[in-house]
């Protein structure tokens, strides 16, 4: 038995996957833990009361009319 096909083996009885998907799985993984990230910053700024995304200011509009426009 080859080294691959033991690797081929082993990963796929651990991991559902073959070997040559590991690339893929650890992508997934690092894309999974990148969302997570943005969660966890979203729902501290919330719990914070601060989102500079929400803060609006006033410009007049072509009627001459103020309205509310987000930065």
């Known amino acids: 038995m ?5 690797l081929d083996t082993t ?3 651990l991991f559902r996957y073959s070997y040559r ?7 997934c993984a690092g894309i999974a833990y990148t ?3 943005i969660n966890l910053e ?3 700024k919330r719990r914070s009361g601060h989102d ?3 803060q609006c200011h006033y410009r007049p ?7 509310r426009i987000p930065l």
């Open 2 to 6: 080859t080294l691959a096909s033991r």
């Open 11 to 13: 990963c796929y009885v």
């Open 21 to 27: 998907k590991i690339s893929e799985v650890e992508m």
């Open 35 to 37: 969302l997570q990230n």
């Open 42 to 44: 979203v729902l501290h």
């Open 52 to 54: 500079p995304r929400w």
């Open 61 to 67: 509009n072509a009627f001459g009319r103020n309205c």
